[in-house]
């Protein structure tokens, strides 16, 4: 019993780490203020916050926006759903050969800097591809 109730705590906490999710009166103002000036459109916005980041899911134009940011307002991250076949040349190939799925979705992700990566979505993992469609690394979703 004892090693049960262990497991189930350390699932929660595990849970409660990783992201958090956000009323609106939970998120900065500022941070608020900053979405409504980048993204006046947005539609039925889901908050969540995220290692100190606050994280802004939306859609927009009837495709899915996700918009990470720092507690001062500032953008770190765009992610903006896009289509496999908008994937960049190599990708579909590089997940043929070494995964037995297929990718259900596709995102294209924008960091401060403007660096561009791409990611696929597979069975519980998010591949990240550089702009040229060479593989990066693979996380759990």
């Known amino acids: 019993m004892r090693n049960i109730l262990m497991v189930v705590t ?7 780490t990783h992201a958090q999710k956000l009323n609106e009166q939970q998120v900065p103002a ?14 039925d916005i889901k908050w969540d916050k995220e290692e100190g980041k606050y994280e802004a899911s939306f859609d927009l134009n009837k495709t899915d926006h996700s918009v990470l940011f720092e507690a ?4 770190a991250q765009t992610e903006v759903e896009i289509e496999l076949n908008q994937l960049p040349k190599g990708v579909v190939e590089y997940i043929q050969s070494h995964y037995k799925e297929k990718a259900k979705e596709a995102a294209k992700i924008t960091d401060a800097n403007g660096t561009v990566t791409f990611e696929a979505e597979i069975k519980g993992k998010d591949l990240i591809f ?4 060479k593989f990066v690394k693979e996380m759990k979703d």
């Open 10 to 16: 350390l699932a929660l906490g595990a849970t409660c």
């Open 30 to 43: 500022v941070v608020k203020a900053a979405l409504t000036k980048a993204y006046p459109a947005a539609k």
């Open 72 to 75: 001062d307002g500032k953008i």
């Open 130 to 133: 550089d702009t040229n469609g």
